[in-house]
């Protein structure tokens, strides 16, 4: 178990490539093997919010006003359907901090530090990023440790993947010197399309990728009009299981393998993803 929370940026400035879908139902996922998960959704499209079930109209205060200064998190930090999983909304008001915090000394770091008080309750953070490398996924990239890309496998993927890579190492030198690139990981995964196959093998010659594969999963699109990640949607569905794989996978790499005490939930049952074994020596 880590001592702090590992706190992942999920990013890619590609439109469209699952970001949310991936942030959503790994947040949930993991909070499903009974770790505490805080959502961050750093989008003004506030996708992320919707998709854990918190209507657009019931939303008062948002990360604009955390980044701003005039709330704090726990101000706007809500709770979801989901036992374990909390998210911070997002709306529309987030493209003004874009703007509003350019002349800022301290732009880049304002989540990070709205952030630090309420990590120590959490096992696991995720900020889903918007499709730019602008303020808000600086923001995020700041406050992260770890960078999860989602990738569709298709022609011009890799494309993007350079420009990302540089703006993570810019990042990490001049804010962040910690932060790194957990992997790739493949969404709407087609493997009836060769193309696929080749982006993905070409990925893979570059760059760590997730054993997990996100497969293209109708149900995945479909649960987050419904308010639920994919695992409370349709548990069985092949999306549904790549994202418990996925989350898995991240718990195996973080080496945590206990879970904490913690009070019996009033939440519905959520299925869970198996423990990964314990590895000796494991922190
Ligand atoms: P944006 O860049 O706009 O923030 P994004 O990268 O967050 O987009 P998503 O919103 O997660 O991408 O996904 C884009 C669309 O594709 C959504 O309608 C989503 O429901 C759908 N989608 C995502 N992953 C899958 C999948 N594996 N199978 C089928 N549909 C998917
Ligand atoms: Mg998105």
Do not use: W
């Amino acid at each position: 178990m880590p001592p702090s929370p590992l706190i992942f940026a999920v990013a890619n400035q590609k439109g469209g490539v699952g970001k949310t879908t991936t942030a959503v139902n790994l947040a949930a996922s993991l909070a499903a093997a009974e770790r505490r998960v805080l959502l961050v959704d750093c989008d003004p499209q506030g996708n992320a919010s919707s998709g854990v079930g918190v209507r657009r109209q019931t939303i008062e205060q948002s990360l604009y006003e955390v980044l701003i200064g005039q709330a704090t998190v726990d101000e706007v930090l809500r709770s979801t359907t989901v036992p374990d999983l909390d998210v911070i909304p997002a709306t529309q008001d987030l493209v003004a901090a874009e703007l509003e915090l350019v002349d800022q000394p301290d732009r880049a770091t304002r989540l990070r530090e709205a952030l630090a008080p309420v990590l120590h309750r959490y096992d696991y953070v995720v900020l889903d990023c918007p499709p730019s490398l602008g303020l808000l996924t600086l923001n995020a990239l700041t406050a992260a440790q770890r960078v999860l890309v989602p990738l569709q496998c298709e022609y011009f993927a890799l494309e993007g993947l350079t420009h990302l890579m540089a703006t993570i190492d810019r990042v990490k030198g001049a804010f962040n010197p910690e932060l790194g690139v957990e992997g790739i990981v493949l969404t709407m995964f087609d493997g009836r399309n060769s193309l696929t196959h080749q982006v993905a093998d070409e990925v893979k010659a570059h760059f760590r990728v997730f054993d997990a594969i996100i497969p293209r999963n109708v149900k995945l699109s479909e649960a987050p009009s419904h308010g639920l990640p994919a695992i409370l949607y349709d548990v069985q569905s092949k999306g549904a299981q790549g994202y418990l794989s996925l989350a898995r996978e991240i718990l195996e790499g973080a080496g945590d393998t206990k879970k904490r005490p913690r009070k019996a939930s009033k939440g519905p049952p959520v299925p869970k993803p198996a423990d990964p074994k314990p590895e000796a020596g494991g922190s």
